[in-house]
């Protein structure tokens, strides 16, 4: 639908003529390709997010409140988002204006004595991380990467990664927020909105964290968020990366005050008994079951392939037939990667001693494969940044999670195997990459640094292909009855395809709501929909903030 020429008018009126576009071609790049999903509805490549009536790039708060107050007053849909990561970036209904908020890119402030940034919502991660680190601070990196949007991650989404184990993840490092509400008024949450600056998220004023996040963050259907304070850690390096090397085998060397292991146990009870011990003692700075996305079976042969440019994916099968690599595939079967950082020599000297403790309490041990120094300069950069989420794609050209069994260690633990023998089974059949059943990768540590590990099994297939699709399809609808059957409630594969229903749109209701009540805590739910009600009286945002409404 086109959009009416005064409207159009009034909203050029406040980004200027060259920050706002309706054109089809500019339109239907702001598109979101959901060819892995609706294949029943025609040409199985041709499904995508629906088109927005516009697309603006506002400038400024001011700019933002404006569209705001404009879209109530014409009861128009607005959808804000910084990077784009995945489908609930963009418009799920029909004749929504799309915000791009890239221009609003600039890191306003780091205070290095209270150690935190004040950011826009187009600063990316590596911009932010590249900055902090010139006065000897590190933020966060999620898992979508460093080219995404923190305060996106912080604000409205999961914002979860390797570094929750000792910088917290998005959520915990949130403090003072700016935001847009969905009526067009503004809200300074925490110290900020008592006049006391950006410092705190929680008070001396109004502590609105939980109403304004909801469940997982309200993902862009609640108003826009213009500015946030982002907590920052200590980062005991250089004030640059020295990164080394070409495409994709990048690499870091970094001081004797870092280190970085593989850790392998010959159980799974021992690895949890590890985890344990590593929250309990305080050691590390960066964990994450980072490789496993590869798959149990080719985890070692992919980064061997990845850390010499000479390699590429046609090597694959010849490298796996090595009994080395065969070996050593066996080796760090139960395995977790973790970064060391020592604040002083002292530090780093006894980190190694504790962590050399836990594996010997354990029965773990260093894979030593991984220590061989081009291979560790490349896991260790790739830790520390999150630069190489390319490699998300690099099977099939397309992926997704399922399962994602988030919990203690040991519930994770308790189901690894039955949930990778699962899928497994179905690899057999040919629709998604064989990769040895277990592709379970994430973090090791959550909320306050420990409490939680993240089994994401990564399922990866070909999008253009009707087979892969279809085949994918159908495990990703094995999985969610599983999990139910076995009380794991619906997984990832069900949370993340609620975005990419019929048409591109949104799932229906009736596929929402079984979701929603399948959680723990369904009246999480039933609350976001009388907030929803409550702030935003018009409904402009789409269904991504999550409610039920089964009244």
Same mark, same amino acid.
């Given at each position: 639908?086109?959009?009416?020429?005064?409207?159009?008018?009034?909203?050029?009126?406040?980004?200027?003529?060259?920050?706002?576009?309706?054109?089809?071609?500019?339109?239907?790049?702001?598109?979101?390709?959901?060819?892995?999903?609706?294949?029943?509805?025609?040409?199985?490549?041709?499904?995508?997010?629906?088109?927005?009536?516009?697309?603006?790039?506002?400038?400024?708060?001011?700019?933002?409140?404006?569209?705001?107050?404009?879209?109530?007053?014409?009861?128009?849909?607005?959808?804000?988002?910084?990077?784009?990561?995945?489908?609930?970036?963009?418009?799920?209904?029909?004749?929504?204006?799309?915000?791009?908020?890239?221009?609003?890119?600039?890191?306003?402030?780091?205070?290095?004595?209270?150690?935190?940034?004040?950011?826009?919502?187009?600063?990316?991660?590596?911009?932010?991380?590249?900055?902090?680190?010139?006065?000897?601070?590190?933020?966060?990196?999620?898992?979508?990467?460093?080219?995404?949007?923190?305060?996106?991650?912080?604000?409205?989404?999961?914002?979860?990664?390797?570094?929750?184990?000792?910088?917290?993840?998005?959520?915990?490092?949130?403090?003072?927020?700016?935001?847009?509400?969905?009526?067009?008024?503004?809200?300074?949450?925490?110290?900020?909105?008592?006049?006391?600056?950006?410092?705190?998220?929680?008070?001396?004023?109004?502590?609105?964290?939980?109403?304004?996040?909801?469940?997982?963050?309200?993902?862009?259907?609640?108003?826009?968020?213009?500015?946030?304070?982002?907590?920052?850690?200590?980062?005991?390096?250089?004030?640059?990366?020295?990164?080394?090397?070409?495409?994709?085998?990048?690499?870091?060397?970094?001081?004797?005050?870092?280190?970085?292991?593989?850790?392998?146990?010959?159980?799974?009870?021992?690895?949890?008994?590890?985890?344990?011990?590593?929250?309990?003692?305080?050691?590390?700075?960066?964990?994450?079951?980072?490789?496993?996305?590869?798959?149990?079976?080719?985890?070692?042969?992919?980064?061997?392939?990845?850390?010499?440019?000479?390699?590429?994916?046609?090597?694959?099968?010849?490298?796996?037939?090595?009994?080395?690599?065969?070996?050593?595939?066996?080796?760090?079967?139960?395995?977790?990667?973790?970064?060391?950082?020592?604040?002083?020599?002292?530090?780093? =000297?006894?980190? *190694?001693?504790?962590?050399?403790?836990? %594996?010997? &309490?354990?029965? @773990?041990?260093?894979? !030593?494969?991984? +220590?061989?120094?081009?291979?560790?300069?490349?896991?260790?950069?790739?830790?520390?940044?999150?630069?190489?989420?390319?490699?998300?794609?690099?099977?099939?050209?397309?992926?997704?999670?399922?399962?994602?069994?988030?919990?203690?260690?040991?519930?994770?633990?308790?189901?690894?195997?039955?949930?990778?023998?699962?899928?497994?089974?179905?690899?057999?059949?040919?629709?998604?990459?064989?990769?040895?059943?277990?592709?379970?990768?994430?973090?090791?540590?959550?909320?306050?640094?420990?409490?939680?590990?993240?089994?994401?099994?990564?399922?990866?297939?070909?999008?253009?292909?009707?087979?892969?699709?279809?085949?994918?399809? =159908?495990?990703? *609808?094995?999985?969610?009855?599983?999990? %139910?059957? &076995?009380?794991? @409630?619906?997984?990832? !594969?069900?949370? +993340?395809?609620?975005?990419?229903?019929?048409?591109?749109?949104?799932?229906?209701?009736?596929?929402?709501?079984?979701?929603?009540?399948?959680?723990?805590?369904?009246?999480?739910?039933?609350?976001?929909?009388?907030?929803?009600?409550?702030?935003?009286?018009?409904?402009?945002?789409?269904?991504?903030?999550?409610?039920?409404?089964?009244?």
């Amino acid at each position: 639908m086109t959009m009416p020429k005064n409207i159009y008018k009034a909203l050029e009126g406040i980004v200027g003529p060259e920050n706002i576009s309706d054109d089809p071609a500019v339109l239907d790049s702001y598109r979101y390709s959901l060819a892995h999903t609706a294949i029943h509805l025609g040409p199985f490549f041709d499904t995508f997010t629906p088109r927005g009536s516009a697309v603006l790039l506002p400038g400024s708060t001011e700019e933002v409140q404006a569209i705001v107050k404009l879209c109530n007053k014409y009861r128009i849909k607005f959808k804000a988002s910084s990077t784009f990561w995945s489908a609930q970036g963009y418009p799920s209904e029909d004749n929504t204006i799309q915000l791009d908020m890239r221009r609003m890119d600039q890191i306003l402030e780091i205070d290095e004595k209270n150690m935190f940034a004040v950011i826009e919502p187009g600063v990316i991660g590596a911009t932010l991380q590249a900055e902090a680190m010139k006065v000897g601070l590190n933020t966060h990196i999620p898992g979508a990467g460093c080219s995404c949007s923190t305060l996106a991650g912080a604000t409205s989404y999961f914002g979860s990664g390797p570094s929750n184990l000792y910088g917290g993840w998005h959520y915990d490092n949130l403090l003072g927020v700016e935001w847009v509400m969905p009526t067009g008024e503004i809200l300074r949450t925490g110290s900020l909105g008592a006049g006391c600056g950006w410092f705190c998220g929680e008070g001396p004023g109004p502590s609105m964290k939980g109403v304004a996040r909801g469940f997982i963050g309200s993902k862009g259907a609640m108003g826009v968020y213009t500015k946030c304070a982002i907590k920052l850690f200590a980062w005991p390096g250089p004030t640059t990366l020295p990164v080394e090397g070409i495409v994709p085998a990048y690499k870091t060397s970094l001081p004797d005050n870092f280190k970085a292991y593989t850790v392998a146990f010959p159980s799974w009870k021992s690895w949890a008994d590890a985890v344990y011990t590593i929250w309990d003692t305080g050691v590390g700075y960066i964990a994450h079951r980072q490789y496993s996305m590869f798959g149990r079976d080719l985890k070692f042969a992919m980064i061997k392939i990845l850390t010499d440019p000479t390699k590429t994916l046609g090597d694959l099968e010849e490298i796996l037939d090595d009994p080395e690599v065969q070996k050593i595939t066996e080796e760090s079967k139960r395995d977790f990667q973790i970064v060391l950082a020592g604040m002083t020599k002292r530090d780093i =000297e006894w980190q *190694d001693k504790a962590l050399d403790e836990i %594996l010997s &309490r354990t029965g @773990g041990w260093k894979v !030593e494969a991984m +220590n061989e120094p081009e291979i560790n300069k490349w896991m260790l950069l790739y830790l520390i940044r999150l630069g190489h989420k390319n490699l998300n794609l690099v099977f099939g050209g397309s992926y997704d999670g399922c399962f994602g069994l988030l919990g203690s260690a040991d519930f994770g633990t308790s189901h690894v195997e039955e949930a990778a023998e699962f899928k497994k089974r179905w690899e057999k059949r040919g629709a998604v990459v064989e990769a040895g059943g277990d592709c379970m990768m994430g973090p090791i540590g959550g909320q306050g640094g420990g409490g939680t590990c993240l089994w994401e099994n990564f399922t990866c297939f070909d999008p253009y292909d009707r087979d892969s699709i279809e085949g994918t399809l =159908e495990f990703f *609808d094995a999985c969610t009855e599983l999990g %139910l059957e &076995r009380g794991w @409630g619906v997984g990832m !594969e069900k949370w +993340n395809s609620q975005a990419r229903g019929p048409d591109g749109r949104i799932a229906p209701k009736e596929e929402r709501d079984r979701i929603h009540l399948s959680a723990p805590q369904p009246d999480i739910f039933r609350y976001q929909h009388k907030i929803r009600k409550a702030f935003n009286p018009n409904d402009l945002g789409d269904a991504y903030y999550e409610t039920l409404d089964d009244s």
